[in-house]
């Protein structure tokens, strides 16, 4: 029960915004695990969940090492700017062209990004394939996108 908590509390992070441990507990309850805020506390201190910086001033709990979500947006959005030359598609695949030997960092901040239409990308010297699921969300993700990459 106890890992499998835990393992929820993680899951929770990822995909929400949660700043104090009673918004934890909540979500925690609220996925059918009935805790204290005493076992809250117990897993944060055990699973090593730092506070990072959020939006607006305010902190949220992350897990160790991990790229806070604001961090990840502002340096997709900076390497769209600065490496993208342009962007394509053809069914459910979308082609980034980037400056030569930008590709793969361009393509780990689209994954780090982690846009549940994105399966994943392949990226080579100065191109990344980028596999969108489904092919009906290709407009979306090629829509944000261009918009990180003008501005």
Known sequence: MKARRQRQILE?????????????????????????QATVSRDIRELGLVKVPGENNTFRY????ETPPLRRYERLKR????????IDFSENL??????PGEAQGVASAI???????IIGTVAGDDTILIIVKPKKLVNTVLQRLNQLARG
């Not at 769209?80 to 342009?86: A, G, K, T, Y």
């Open 12 to 36: 929770i992070i990822r995909q929400q915004v949660i700043e104090t441990q009673e918004e934890l507990a909540e979500a925690l309850r609220a996925a059918g695990f009935p805790v204290t």
């Open 62 to 65: 992350a897990a160790p090492g």
């Open 79 to 86: 390497l769209l700017r600065s490496s993208v030359q342009f």
């Open 94 to 99: 979308v082609v980034v062209k980037t400056l």
């Open 111 to 117: 994954d780090q990004a982690a846009w549940p239409e």
